[in-house]
T-cell receptor, first 116, second 110 residues
Framework: ETGVTQTPRHLVMGMTNKKSLKCEQH?????MYWYKQSAKKPLELMFV???????ENNSVPSRFSPECPNSSHLFLHLHTLQPEDSALYLC???????????????FGPGTRLTVL | DAKTTQPNSMESNEEEPVHLPCNHS???????IHWYRQLPSQGPEYVIH???SNVNNRMASLAIAEDRKSSTLILHRATLRDAAVYYCILLPSGYSTLTFGKGTMLLVSP
């Protein structure tokens, strides 16, 4: 247990569906991250929130929409996804506001998403 | 961005030490060297980080070359649970976003 939980752990959705991924951290951290891990590709950063404000958006398509309502929760809203969006979506948090290169990130177990 | 180079895979026997190398010849003076690992079906897990001096913690040791162009993650006694993909990542000063490469897949045999 890392103190970062993600729900659901598995999700299957059609291309016309709308769904949301949830991440919660119980560590009192100030920064939260969304990463995507596709088969045969390295982990890639999607979004960064620091002190509840989005500070980085890594050229992610608009069909992915993040939301950070408070410092403990992070959502990724999904709509009209493509089959190539099937991947493991990982959430992470770090104690200090984003930008501290000595800080460490704690990852959740991920949500395995399949788009049909 | 400074890049890292790691072997695709390494093998070890249980109870033996493991030395995982990482080359980063274009590292800048303020880049931190971080190591994470990802066990099968899990999210990545922090292992250790350092700047110039060697570092030890309960999980591993990090040996950094004097010129900082390479580093080695040392697992003192490998266990089956250490089988994972190990990532060596450089973090520039003022930057906390992790950029993952392909890493090294460590296989541990009983």
């Amino acid at each position: 247990e890392t103190g970062v939980t993600q729900t659901p752990r598995h999700l299957v959705m059609g291309m016309t569906n709308k769904k949301s991924l949830k991440c919660e951290q119980h560590l009192g951290h100030n920064a939260m991250y969304w990463y995507k891990q596709s088969a045969k590709k390295p982990l890639e950063l999607m979004f960064v929130y620091s002190l509840e404000e989005r500070v980085e958006n890594n050229s992610v398509p608009s069909r992915f929409s993040p939301e950070c309502p408070n410092s403990s929760h992070l959502f990724l809203h999904l709509h009209t996804l493509q089959p190539e969006d099937s991947a493991l979506y990982l959430c992470a948090s770090s104690q200090r506001p984003a930008g501290d290169s000595t800080d460490t990130q704690y990852f959740g177990p991920g949500t395995r998403l399949t788009v049909l | 961005d400074a890049k890292t180079t790691q072997p695709n895979s390494m093998e070890s026997n249980e109870e033996e030490p493991v030395h995982l190398p990482c080359n980063h010849s274009t590292i800048s003076g303020t880049d931190y060297i971080h190591w994470y690992r990802q066990l099968p079906s899990q999210g990545p897990e922090y292992v250790i980080h350092g700047l110039t001096s060697n570092v030890n913690n309960r999980m591993a040791s990090l040996a950094i070359a004097e010129d900082r162009k390479s580093s080695t993650l040392i697992l003192h006694r490998a266990t089956l649970r250490d089988a994972a993909v190990y990532y060596c990542i450089l973090l520039p000063s003022g930057y906390s976003t992790l950029t993952f490469g392909k890493g090294t897949m460590l296989l541990v045999s009983p």
